[in-house]
Nanobody, 114 residues
Framework: QVQLVESGGGLVQPGGSLRLSCTASGIIFNLYSMAWYRQAPGKQRELVATITSGDSTNYADAVKSRFTISRDNAKNMAYLQMNSLKSEDWAVYYC????????WGQGIQVTVSS
């Protein structure tokens, strides 16, 4: 059974930082491309960042230079370091694993508010 479990969300003030973690089980993690998506209230889910099995990364323009995606294949974990958070980053963040099939985590809330 494949599971992706996000952690590290919460409430942070504008300008603050958070690190999200995604723990994967049930897949050969190092073969999968990992990604973070987010969905704000009333909006469609959008891609935030991706990291391939070869460690190539890509970011949405809205988060470039502020967010960093990374992975630790030994721990079956992916991370999203979020710095200089803005109110528009307020959303539910989802972890996604993709190879021949796509798997999603349950999502975790990130609230950016003073």
């Amino acid at each position: 059974q494949v599971q992706l479990v996000e952690s590290g969300g919460g409430l942070v003030q504008p300008g603050g930082s958070l690190r999200l973690s995604c723990t994967a089980s049930g897949i050969i993690f190092n073969l999968y491309s990992m990604a973070w998506y987010r969905q704000a209230p009333g909006k469609q889910r959008e891609l935030v960042a991706t990291i391939t099995s070869g460690d190539s990364t890509n970011y949405a323009d809205a988060v470039k230079s502020r967010f960093t995606i990374s992975r630790d294949n030994a721990k079956n974990m992916a991370y999203l370091q979020m710095n200089s958070l803005k109110s528009e980053d307020w959303a539910v963040y989802y972890c996604r694993a993709a190879r021949l099939r796509i798997y999603w985590g349950q999502g975790i809330q990130v609230t950016v508010s003073s």
